[in-house]
Every structure is written in C-alpha cells, then in structure tokens.
C-alpha cells in the first residue's frame, strides 16, 4: 500500500470517530434518547475519545457526557462510576479554553443531582481545576468554571467549606467586577450559593469585600443579574445583625426599593426578601428600611403580587411588627392590614395564610390600639375559621389559634368581640369573655349595648365550671348589672336552651 492510502485509513477512523461523538452529542441533547444511549454503553464509548488525539474528538466526547448527565441523576452517577470524572480533571490543565468549557460542564451536570454526586466531584480534585479556570483570560472559562462551583457549593456547608478552603472566594468576587453580564450573574450566584448556609460562609463572604460589588450592580439594568445581586445580598443579611448592618450601609437604599416595581418577577421577589432578612434582625434596622419608605413600598408590592412572590413581603411586615408598637403602628397607618386581609382571602396555600396570620398577630398583639385595628378589618372571623377548619395544616391551625389569642388579648374593640361569643369554641372564648369583663364595669354606653344585642343573654347561655377562670370573667360581668336584669337573662337562656332541647327531640 502506497503512503497516501495508508493515510486514508487514519483518516477515515478520525472522520468516524467525529462522526460519531457528534452524532452521539446532538442525539444526548434530546431526553428521549438517553436511556438508549445509555442502554448501549455509551459511557464506556464515550471515555476512550476524551484522550482523544483530535481536541474537537475530545471536546465533543465532554459535551456529550455532560448533556447526558444533566438529565438525571442516573446518568449521572454513570459518569462517577465510569471513572470518567478523574480523567476530565487531569485533562483541564493540558487542553484549550473549548475542552475546559465542556469539562466544566461535566463536572456541574454531574454535581447538581445531589450531596453525594457533589462530593464525588470535589474528591476527584475538581475544585483545583476550577480554580485555575477562574484564573484564565477567557470569561466563557471563567463562566463555566464559576456555574460549577455554585453548584457544588450549593447543597450544604460542608462542600461550601470545601469550596472556600479551595481559595475560590476572592476569585468570584475579581468576576463580579468583569465587564461580561453572563459572568456576573453566574459569579453573583456562586457567592450566594456558599454564603447561605451559615454566618460563618457569610463572613467569608463579605470580608473579601463581596458586598460593596454587589451593591453597585443592584441598579443594573439586566434583570437576569439584578436577581442574583440581591438573593446574593439576602443571603447574606440574613445570618446576623452585623452583616445586615453592612448591607445596610453599602447604601443600597432608597434606590433598591425602586426594584420592588422591577417588570421582573424574581427580582421584585429577591428585593422583598432581602428587606424581609435585614428588618427580621433589630428595631433599629427595622426602623431604617421604615424611615425609607419600605413598608409603604412592600405594601404595594403586596397588591401588585400574587401566589408564593407574596410570601417575603407578608413575613417582612410580621418582622417589622414584631419589634416594637411604633413600627407595628407604621405597618397600620401605611394601610398593611386590609393589604394582608386580601393576602388572606386570595391565597390558597396554607403556607401563605399561615405567614399572614402570625404577621397579624405581630401587629395586633401590641396594644387596644393595633388590636382594633386587626379587628375593624373583620380579621376575626377569618383566623377563626381557618383554626376550626379541619382541612386546614397543623401549622396554619396553630398560627391562626395563635394569633387569634394574642390580638384578643389586648382587644378592647367590642363591637368585634361579639361575633366571637356565638362562634368560638370555649379556649377562645375564655380570651373573648375576658376582654368583655375589662371594659363592660367602666363603659356605661357598652353595658347597655351589651344587653339589647343579646350579648349579656348569650353569656348566661355559658356552662363554665365553678371556680374556672371564664367563670370568673362571667361573675365579673354580672357584677356590672343589677340583679334582676342578670336573673331576667338567665330566664331567657334557660328557656333557649329548654327549647333547643325541645326542637331536638
């Protein structure tokens, strides 16, 4: 055989194996062709062409594996047992920018599924290479290589500490301050990944000067990074007072309030959970987002927002509330209890009536002030209702009964409080009948009310055991009649429940 058809052999087996890999790569990107491929081995064909002597052989082979282990975790696991990950590792230091793009797209397709799927990343010596990729010129490298460890980092603290040890925080942030959007918003993202899971991670975070970058991207006008920025920004307010104190200060506010109108959902969403992390910590801070106008500015949120975006806002008005009477009066006075009550009536989850139940009993349980002010919005009722409700979750039952009983308490409203007594079962009604024997002996006008709308009757109607505490209560009511009018009413109860029985039988 002659040189040149000798040659022709070479070269027909490498336009086969590009064929091939390209053939496999572009049947890998549909899911419905997977579990053949799998079921054929493609796995151990794959293997042998990421040593490839071709570099698009090799690319093509990584981008192959990578579509196929980011359908499921299966396949993922595929890859990890086929001991493919070592390989891919060990060749990212040797080849060009595409082989270290693909290879970055492995190993997050494979980290993504689970914790264990992660580590089996990190313990093939990924992180290592994807330092070095985060240190190259190309950002699609750095790009990839970021997307890679936010995935890792996102499961828990141990693979976030790994990722930190791994010196990849510093790096992240130089990221952020690169000109290319799509670097910024996976970098943005990475740090969030690693700084949720403790104040520890948190710290690490913002001692490498991560927050006065973020800060600056908040007013971007690309919607897809001013998402990251501030779930990054929440994530890391969330873990203490002192980090929310320097988000606070990085003076992101007034202006990130403006973002609460942004036409995106998700970044209307993460501006209301920053706000909801950083008031959830101190009056004082509570009482800087106030003084900005953000409880005015969430309350609109609230009514231009339907579904789970609701739930930050609804938590950050119970955050606010929660600290003292005066920023629990700023949320009434900035009209947030008929805006929660609509919360109230239009949601269907009972994770968001729970959030919006315990945030009413934040403002209302403060004094007779903030109490009528729950009351008058016909809150009542609803809480009652959806504590009896046996359809109702145990949470939202026990955030109802809660809230319920710590308005009550304080309640002084009484015009509110007599629904209840024909209503409510005898735990609530203890609460109700207890307001009633506190301002019946020093209101003259209420006594006589109390008498021609029934209320006095409907007391009498009461089994209580002697000597109980709503006993008491009904004792310290009858005190403030005479006595006849007290015997005439229990005639009347007497007689209603002679024939009640009656009707019955």
């Not at 594996?65 to 047992?81: C, F, I, S, T």
């Not at 595409?98 to 970055?104: M, S």
């Not at 093939?124 to 699609?140: H, N």
């Not at 609460?431 to 009633?436: G, L, N």
Request: aromatic share 6%; net charge negative; glycine share 4%.
């Amino acid at each position: 055989m002659s040189q040149p058809q000798v040659l022709q052999v070479f070269e027909q087996y490498q336009k086969a194996r590009t064929q091939f890999v390209q053939t496999v790569a572009d049947l890998a990107s549909r899911p419905n062709n997977t579990e053949t491929l799998q079921n054929a081995g493609v796995m151990s064909f794959l293997r042998p062409l990421l040593l490839d002597a071709v570099p698009t052989i090799q690319q093509t082979a990584a981008l192959a594996l990578g579509r196929l282990a980011n359908y499921n975790e299966d396949l993922a696991e595929a890859v990890v047992k086929g001991d493919i990950l070592p390989q891919l590792v060990h060749s990212m230091a040797e080849q060009n920018r595409f082989y270290k793009k693909a290879a970055a797209f492995v190993l997050r397709a494979v980290a993504k599924h689970s914790p264990e799927l992660a580590q089996a990343v990190v313990d093939c010596g990924a992180l290592d290479a994807l330092v070095v990729s985060l240190e190259e010129f190309d950002p699609g490298v750095k790009e990839d290589a970021a997307w890679a460890i936010g995935y890792i980092a996102r499961h828990n603290a141990q693979l976030s500490q790994a990722v930190v040890d791994a010196g990849v925080v510093p790096l992240l942030v130089l990221c952020i301050q690169e000109p290319e959007i799509a670097l910024k918003r996976v970098a943005a993202s990475a740090l969030s990944d690693i700084a949720k899971h403790s104040p520890e991670l948190a710290q690490t975070v913002v001692d490498t000067g991560a927050i006065a970058h973020l800060a600056q991207m908040s007013l971007n006008p690309d919607a897809k990074l001013k998402r990251q920025v501030f779930l990054a920004l929440s994530q890391i307010a969330k873990h203490s007072v002192d980090v929310a104190e320097m988000v606070v200060e990085a003076e992101i506010f007034p202006a990130a309030l403006v973002c609460l109108k942004d036409p995106d959902e998700f970044v209307r969403k993460n501006v209301a959970t920053l706000i909801q992390e950083i008031t959830k910590h101190t009056p004082e801070l509570s009482q800087i987002i106030v003084n900005m106008g953000g409880v005015a500015a969430v309350i609109d949120y609230l009514g231009d927002a339907k579904g789970n975006v609701r739930l930050p806002g609804i938590m950050m008005l119970g955050y606010v509330a929660a600290h003292s009477e005066i920023v629990a009066m700023a949320v009434i006075e900035s009209k947030g209890v008929p805006q929660l009550s609509i919360c109230l009536e239009e949601e269907q989850d009972d994770h968001l009536k729970a959030a919006t139940a315990w945030a009413f009993g934040q403002i209302g349980r403060h004094t007779p002030e903030h109490a009528q002010a729950v009351a008058v919005a016909n809150v009542f009722p609803k809480l009652l209702k959806l504590y009896l409700d046996t359809e109702s979750s145990e949470d939202l039952q026990v955030k109802a009964k809660t809230a319920l009983e710590s308005i009550l308490q304080k309640c002084t409203y009484l015009p509110a409080l007599e629904p209840l007594l024909y209503e409510a079962p005898s735990n609530i009604l203890e609460h109700v009948i207890c307001q009633f024997s506190k301002v019946l002996p020093h209101d003259s006008k209420a006594r006589r009310l109390f008498v021609t709308s029934g209320g006095l009757k409907k007391v009498q109607e009461i089994k209580a055991e002697p000597g109980s505490a709503i006993q008491e209560y009904i004792n310290a009511i009858n005190s403030c009649y005479p006595e006849e009018i007290v015997r005439l009413m229990n005639i009347y109860a007497n007689n209603k429940q002679h024939h009640d029985k009656m009707f019955l039988h």
